[in-house]
Each structure stands twice: as C-alpha cells, then as structure tokens.
C-alpha cells in the first residue's frame, strides 16, 4: 500500500498535487444550519420509535433539547451577531444570516411541537403505566400535599431569592438555562404602600434553585413525583408576605455562549480564558422559552426586557428543561432500558502479555464502545509504571472530570519520566474542566502546552518513547475520539495502537511542532491539517477520478461527522461525474446534494442514529484495487482542514483494512433499521428491509463482530 505523501516520486497509485477546484453553486449545496436540524430531527424520531424501550425514548427527548441547547448558544447566537451588525454576507447556499434565523425558526417549531406532544401524550403516560409516575401538584393527595410542603420549607424555601421589578429593582440577570417562575405581584387589600406610586401590579421572577432536584419525591416508592417548579408555585406566596400574587408562569432563557478568543494579544493563554469563562455568562439573550399557558402580556414584557423579538420566542406545551427528566432514567427499571453492553477486550490484548510485546509484534484496532476503553487507559497507565518507558506525549481535547489517563501522566511524571501533555483549552464546555487539568499536570512537573496559536488542536495522538536493548522504540495511539472514558462508553470511536517505524517518527515530529512551534512541512505518512490534510484529500479523490476515467473501477467510502467544506463537495462532485461510485455516511450535517441527474446521482448520502452516537471517521479508497483506508479526528469540514490540528492516518495492517472495509463499512451500508438515506431536497427516508429481508441493525452487528474477529 502506498501511504507516503511527499518523500515519494508520484505515480498512478499515489495521488499528486491536488486538482483545482470550483467551489459548487448556492443551488447544490444544502444550508448547514437546516441540515443540522434534520439531524436532531433524526434524533427525535428514534423518540418516536414505539419499539423503543421507553427509557430509551425519554434519553431521546432529551438528547434532543440538549442539542438544541448548544445550537442556539453557539450557531443562532452568531447569526444574531451578524445580523446585528449588518453582514448580509450570504452563506454558500445563498441564504443571508437574517433568512437563516427566519428559516430555523420555520423548521424548528413543528419540531418542538411534536417533542412535546409524544412525551406529553406518550412516554410519561406509559412511564405511569409501568409504576414512574410525574404527578402536577395539583393532583396530589391532601397527605402527600402536607409532605411535599415539609419538603418546600425544609429544602427549598432557604435557598430561593424572590425578584421583584420597580423603579428601584431593574428587571433581573436571568441566567442561561435556568428555569424561573415569573408572576404578578401587588399589594394585598389593607396593605399600607410607601410610596403610593408603588400600587399596582409588578412584575416578579423566582429561579428554580438548580442545586434542589426537579423532580420531587412523593411517599417511599421511589417512582412518584411531582415538579420543584409546580412546588414553588403552590407556596410563593411565602415569598411575598403582604402582597397579592398570580399565577405562577415558567419559562427559560437561552444565551451567547461562543467565546472569542484574540490570542496574538493574550500574554497568558490561560489566564485570558478564564476571564473569558467568567464573561461567557452574561453573553446576550437569544432565545425565551415559555410555558404554553403564560399570558401574551406577559411573554410580551419578558420579550422586551431581553432585547429579543417574537421570532425569538419558542412556546412549549409541555414540561420545560426535559434534560432534567432523565433523573428518571437513573431508575433502576432494566426491563425499560436497553440491554447493557458487556464491552470486549481486543482478542490480541486479551492473554496475559504486555501491551507494548503485542503492539510490538502486530497493530490492534480498537473499536469503541465494543472494545473497553480501558485498553487505551491501561496503555498509558503500563507506560507509566515500565522503567523503561523514557516519554509520554499526549493530546489532550476531552478528557472528562476524573480522568485516569490525566492521572497516569501525573505519575508518570512523578515517577521522572518526560511527559509533555497538550491541553486544548479552547475545547467548547469543555474549557473550564480543561483549565484545571492543565494546573495539575503543571503543578505533577508535566510539560504542559495549551495549543497552536490560532488553531484548536483537535487531534487523538499518544506517542510513548520505550527503550529496548540498545534502541528506542516508539508506540503510536491515533484515534477518532477523545480520551474521555465517559463519552467512550456512548460514542462509537475507532483506535490504532501501532509501532510501525514511520508513523512513530511523524508523531514524534508532530509533537516537536505543537510543543516548539516548529514548522513541520512534511510527514512521511500521517495527513496533518492544516499542514497537507487538505490536499492530501483532494488528491485521493482525484485519483478515483483518474481511475474511473481510465476505466477501471473507482470507489469511495466516507464514515463522517460532518460534510460542509465546499472545495472537498466540488471534487466528490466531479469524481462522481467521472464514474466514480461514493458512498458516503454522514451522522450529522450534510451539504452536499446527492441524487442529481448529471451532477451527483452516483453519490449516495446515509446517517444511522441509533442506541451510540456515531463518532468514528473512516476513509477508504479503491484506488484500483491497490485498497488504502484512513482513520483520524478530521471530518471534512473547513475548520477540521483549515482551522484546527488534526491528523488523520493509513491504515498500513493489511488485515485491519480489510475489517474495517469488509465488516464495518460494509456494515453501515447495509443497515435498514437505524439508516436514513438524504434525498435531492434534503429530506431524509428511513431505510426499510426489502420484502422478505431481515432487518439489520448495524451498531448490534458489531457488538457481535467484537467477540468473533480475531484482531
């Protein structure tokens, strides 16, 4: 297999300089914003799915919310920005910023209508018919009433802070995310009022305290509550002594979340973050969400007093922050859940050797949730305790709050070995979590850098230096996913442990420039952005292009994230117009228009969402016949080729190659129960098995696939 891509002369099987590339009309690209809600669309049928368990169907919901959460705090925030600033600046499928908001709010609005109606009409009336039961506090009994304000003075009243508006009390910071009761306050009958001009209706807000449960108990099962906020309500009015209350109304407000980041003007990348984090929650209001009963007057005040317009406004006919009904899913009810997943260790690791013995002697693909994390936490954690591992150098993007890999580079550290650790501290919700590592690893004598100056490092990279006998010899991780044990039990993720020779050598390189600010311009195999990941790309396209053209069989297969970067869409385009069959499988947002007579129609577009979320990026190519397969951190989006550190590698184990394309990919093609296919108008239809096949589900495929190969 040829994997060098610049110290070798170029032949028909190694792909030269990329081609030149016309970036595709606004007509055959898909918007990224419509096509990321048809993704948590996705997300929301399996919802939907009666064969669900019903557990499963509430973590759904939830997903869902959360998702939109980040949508609007990052991507509607800075559509806002613009629009507010006035960039008409269409993005490239032609839609200005202000048409994008107008268009989201179109998409998004059935959306939540239907979120609302299955768990109002659905998941919690079937929840109650197995025995979980969320009751209004209205419904319950006068003794169950009597409890649950034992509870409201005991364990919440102390900590709630009543916020009334007047000339002397400006309307209050409102926090994002936060639930709050708003109402209308006004003196009760025979109530002196100094100054007179105080008379009168006002308006009030009460926060539901985040550090008290949402849901509140009720009697000793443990499967009946009742709502914090709905307790609040039936007692606010010990909030007010000597003042009239009304109706309590919920509602929530979404803010700008993104942070902007001037690091050729930051001293102390670190220092500058934190001050950013602090600023980030005072980020202006983008989105109001309101219970469906609260009055138009009402929704009308708020609407003002956070600067935002009715476009802004998302009324919900259902219990608000679903995220906070997945304490139900902590429940111990088995039969309501999917059958947990008895993880496997790869069948190389699984005798009593040493790691670094068997990578030694043959590369192990580890393939995640499947294959147990521990095999990547137990690598560094060996190379930590061996006296005769020199150096460990890591990338670290998301690590998790109780990470074993961060501590065992601590020990290692402790234990005198050279370990340098790469904290991205730039890593979204992830920063504040990122911070405290980096103090840590500083303060346990690691090497500790923050980043490239201008670019995220996003890349899954461990190298271990190992001295054996009178050499040195180097052991490579390279991954798709973050080193988060947490995450790695719910992402599907891929993993190579290797020694091959040259992969260890652009590591180490690698290494060299993110911790010296060297300038490496040449990798003997690994594809680096922004260093040659781009055209690296664009050149292996091409060649499928080449070889179609020259007729010979030409195909591709992409396992992605993402598909937006216009120069990449533009050579999938003209290499299927050559001849070249593609396939791709995209989970979330897809630009690319698939389907068009003349243009794409031997380009096929699939997401599988399903029980894991699908992280893993493979690439391969037929290359005719001469078969080459990549795995890496990129998708191909702009900001993964031309914005960020990454590293995407060859697959060089002939034997892995053919697993990952005969097993795995082949796999995800042929899945006809968790696959939709995107259509030319951007919709997308469930994959069905044909008449008389069986269904096939893809993610239950491989849970069988890692007790049987023997890699």
């Known amino acids: 297999m040829s994997t060098s891509a610049t110290t070798q002369p170029l032949t028909q099987d190694q792909p030269?300089?990329?081609?030149?590339?016309?970036?595709?009309?606004?007509?055959?690209?898909?918007?990224?914003?419509?096509?990321?809600?048809?993704?948590?669309?996705?997300?929301?049928?399996?919802?939907?799915?009666?064969?669900?368990?019903?557990?499963?169907?509430?973590?759904?919901?939830?997903?869902?919310?959360?998702?939109?959460?980040?949508?609007?705090?990052?991507?509607?925030?800075?559509l806002k920005e613009e629009v507010e600033e006035n960039v008409s600046t269409p993005s490239p499928d032609g839609l200005s910023p202000a048409e994008q908001l107008r268009a989201i709010s179109t998409h998004l609005r059935p959306l939540l209508a239907e979120q609302a109606r299955c768990l109002r009409a659905e998941v919690?009336?079937?929840?109650?018919?197995?025995?979980?039961?969320?009751?209004?506090?209205?419904?319950?009994?006068?003794?169950?009433?009597?409890?649950?304000?034992?509870?409201?003075?005991?364990?919440?009243?102390?900590?709630?802070?009543?916020?009334?508006?007047?000339?002397?009390?400006?309307?209050?910071?409102?926090?994002?995310?936060?639930?709050?009761?708003?109402?209308?306050?006004?003196?009760?009958?025979?109530v002196v009022v100094t100054p007179p001009a105080q008379r009168g209706q006002q308006f009030a807000r009460v926060k539901v305290p985040p550090v008290v449960p949402r849901l509140v108990p009720v009697g000793d099962t443990g499967a009946k509550f009742t709502y914090l906020d709905e307790l609040i309500a039936a007692h606010v009015g010990a909030l007010f002594p000597g003042m009239k209350t009304g109706p309590c109304h919920l509602f929530r407000v979404t803010r700008d979340a993104d942070i902007e980041i001037r690091e050729d003007e930051a001293g102390d990348l670190l220092r500058l973050m934190e001050q950013k984090l602090r600023r980030r929650r005072f980020g202006d209001a983008v989105r109001l969400e309101v219970a469906a009963e609260m009055p138009r007057e009402?929704?009308?005040?708020?609407?003002?007093?956070?600067?935002?317009?009715?476009?802004?406004?998302?009324?919900?006919?259902?219990?608000?922050?679903?995220?906070?009904?997945?304490?139900?899913y902590a429940l111990d009810r088995a039969e309501l859940k999917d059958k947990p997943l008895q993880t496997q260790l790869p069948p190389a690791l699984r005798q009593k050797r040493s790691v670094f013995e068997v990578v030694r002697q043959q590369d192990v693909l580890l393939h995640h949730p499947y294959a147990a994390f521990s095999t990547v936490t137990d690598f560094i954690s060996a190379a930590a305790r061996d006296p005769e591992v020199l150096a460990i150098k890591m990338c670290l993007y998301r690590t998790g709050k109780d990470s074993p890999v961060v501590q065992a580079l601590m020990d290692a550290s402790e234990r005198g070995k050279q370990v340098a650790a790469l904290v991205e501290l730039k890593a979204r919700f992830d920063e504040e979590n990122n911070i405290g590592w980096a103090r840590r690893l500083e303060r346990a004598g690691v090497h500790v850098v923050y980043g490239v100056v201008?670019?995220?490092?996003?890349?899954?990279?461990?190298?271990?230096?190992?001295?054996?006998?009178?050499?040195?010899?180097?052991?490579?991780?390279?991954?798709?996913?973050?080193?988060?044990?947490t995450t790695s039990r719910v992402y599907t993720d891929l993993g190579l442990l290797t020694a091959d020779a040259e992969l260890g050598a652009d590591a180490a390189e690698l290494f060299n420039c993110l911790t010296g600010c060297a300038?490496?311009?040449?990798?003997?195999?690994?594809?680096?952005?922004?260093?040659?990941?781009?055209?690296?790309?664009?050149?292996?396209?091409?060649?499928?292009?080449?070889?179609?053209?020259?007729?010979?069989?030409?195909?591709?297969?992409?396992?992605?994230?993402?598909?937006?970067?216009?120069?990449?869409?533009?050579?999938?385009?003209?290499?299927?117009?050559?001849?070249?069959?593609i396939e791709l499988i995209v989970r979330g947002v897809c630009a690319l228009r698939p389907g068009?007579?003349?243009?794409?129609?031997?380009?096929?577009?699939?997401?599988?969402?399903?029980?894991?979320?699908?992280?893993?990026?493979?690439?391969?190519?037929?290359?005719?016949?001469?078969?080459?397969?990549?795995?890496?951190?990129?998708?191909?989006?702009?900001?993964?080729?031309?914005?960020?550190?990454?590293?995407?590698?060859?697959?060089?184990d002939a034997a892995i190659r053919r697993h990952l394309?005969?097993?795995?990919?082949?796999?995800?093609?042929?899945?006809?129960?968790?696959?939709?296919?995107?259509?030319?108008?951007?919709?997308?239809?469930?994959?069905?098995?044909?008449?008389?096949?069986?269904?096939?589900?893809?993610?239950?495929?491989?849970?069988?696939?890692?007790?049987?190969?023997?890699?």
Not at 31 to 44: A, D, G, I, K
Not at 459 to 473: H, M, N
Not at 669 to 695: F, I, T
């Open 596 to 652: 068009v007579a003349g243009l794409s129609e031997r380009i096929s577009v699939r997401s599988v969402v399903g029980r894991f979320l699908e992280h893993s990026r493979i690439y391969y190519f037929h290359n005719g016949g001469d078969e080459e397969v990549y795995i890496g951190s990129a998708d191909w989006m702009r900001r993964n080729l031309t914005r960020r550190v990454e590293v995407v590698a060859p697959v060089c």
């Open 124 to 190: 919690l009336p079937q929840l109650e018919a197995h025995g979980i039961v969320l009751t209004p506090y209205a419904a319950l009994s006068k003794a169950e009433q009597r409890a649950a304000a034992r509870y409201f003075a005991e364990r919440v009243f102390p900590v709630l802070t009543p916020q009334a508006v007047d000339p002397g009390h400006p309307f209050p910071y409102i926090s994002s995310l936060s639930l709050n009761l708003g109402l209308m306050i006004e003196p009760a009958e025979g």
């Open 661 to 711: 394309k005969d097993d795995i990919l082949t796999a995800y093609l042929r899945d006809n129960v968790k696959a939709r296919l995107l259509q030319p108008d951007g919709s997308y239809e469930r994959v069905r098995p044909a008449p008389g096949a069986e269904p096939f589900d893809v993610q239950s495929r491989l849970i069988e696939l890692a007790n049987t190969v023997p890699l």
């Open 454 to 485: 201008g670019l995220k490092t996003h890349c899954k990279l461990a190298l271990v230096v190992r001295r054996e006998g009178e050499r040195l010899q180097r052991y490579v991780h390279v991954a798709t996913g973050n080193y988060n044990p």
């Open 298 to 328: 009402m929704v009308e005040y708020l609407t003002g007093a956070l600067e935002l317009t009715a476009d802004d406004v998302y009324t919900i006919d259902g219990p608000l922050n679903v995220p906070d009904l997945m304490a139900l």
């Open 519 to 581: 300038r490496q311009l040449e990798y003997r195999r690994l594809l680096v952005a922004p260093v040659n990941l781009r055209p690296r790309m664009l050149a292996l396209i091409e060649r499928e292009a080449e070889h179609a053209r020259a007729g010979r069989p030409a195909h591709l297969i992409a396992k992605i994230n993402s598909l937006t970067d216009t120069e990449i869409i533009a050579a999938l385009y003209a290499a299927a117009q050559a001849g070249t069959r």
């Open 16 to 78: 030269a300089a990329a081609p030149d590339i016309m970036q595709p009309a606004a007509e055959l690209l898909f918007n990224r914003e419509l096509s990321w809600l048809e993704f948590n669309r996705r997300v929301l049928e399996e919802a939907l799915d009666e064969t669900q368990p019903l557990l499963e169907r509430l973590k759904f919901l939830a997903i869902f919310s959360t998702n939109l959460d980040e949508f609007f705090m990052i991507r509607v925030s800075g």
